[in-house]
């Protein structure tokens, strides 16, 4: 079954190309004038078979499809080979770097900031009533030192 469909297919092929050679011939002859038609039409004759060769000895050539046919498969293209990349980064030496002890990262740059921010609305009440202590304070020592001075005025005019 598939020889016939190939058989009816060449035939067909090689009938369609001999249709354009004879409509080519034709052209040829309507275009050349009539002292120079035989010389022309030699030349026709062996540019046909020259031409029926090439046809016949086509160089198909596959790069990413490996034909079934064996006749096809002598066309298939080695893989092109791609150059070796070199990464001019990896080719320089590695800068001297400063080794560092991990355990430094991981703990904070101020040890107590958390214990900070928990205690601070405590810290500034206490610092408001400290405040207020030192006020009370300071006027209670005014009041002393005036009454000293008051009560020592008051004996020394007895």
Do not use: C
């Given at each position: 079954?598939?020889?016939?469909?190939?058989?009816?297919?060449?035939?067909?092929?090689?009938?369609?190309?001999?249709?354009?050679?004879?409509?080519?011939?034709?052209?040829?002859?309507?275009?050349?004038?009539?002292?120079?038609?035989?010389?022309?039409?030699?030349?026709?004759?062996?540019?046909?078979?020259?031409?029926?060769?090439?046809?016949?000895?086509?160089?198909?050539?596959?790069?990413?499809?490996?034909?079934?046919?064996?006749?096809?498969?002598?066309?298939?293209?080695?893989?092109?080979?791609?150059?070796?990349?070199?990464?001019?980064?990896?080719?320089?030496?590695?800068?001297?770097?400063?080794?560092?002890?991990?355990?430094?990262?991981?703990?904070?740059?101020?040890?107590?900031?958390?214990?900070?921010?928990?205690?601070q609305k405590k810290l500034d009440k206490l610092e408001r009533r400290t405040q207020k202590a030192?006020?009370?304070?300071?006027?209670?020592?005014?009041?002393?030192?005036?009454?000293?001075?008051?009560?020592?005025?008051?004996?020394?005019?007895?």
């Amino acid at each position: 079954m598939d020889g016939g469909g190939e058989e009816s297919i060449e035939a067909v092929v090689a009938a369609r190309q001999e249709r354009l050679r004879a409509l080519k011939a034709a052209q040829e002859l309507l275009n050349t004038p009539d002292a120079d038609a035989d010389a022309d039409a030699d030349a026709e004759n062996d540019k046909n078979n020259q031409e029926q060769q090439e046809e016949d000895n086509v160089n198909m050539k596959f790069r990413n499809y490996l034909p079934h046919d064996k006749q096809l498969q002598e066309g298939k293209l080695a893989p092109p080979v791609l150059p070796k990349f070199e990464d001019p980064i990896l080719m320089a030496p590695p800068l001297e770097e400063k080794k560092e002890d991990p355990f430094l990262n991981i703990a904070p740059k101020k040890p107590n900031w958390d214990l900070r921010r928990d205690v601070q609305k405590k810290l500034d009440k206490l610092e408001r009533r400290t405040q207020k202590a030192m006020v009370t304070l300071m006027e209670q020592e005014e009041a002393k030192r005036r009454l000293k001075e008051d009560g020592g005025e008051n004996g020394v005019q007895d």
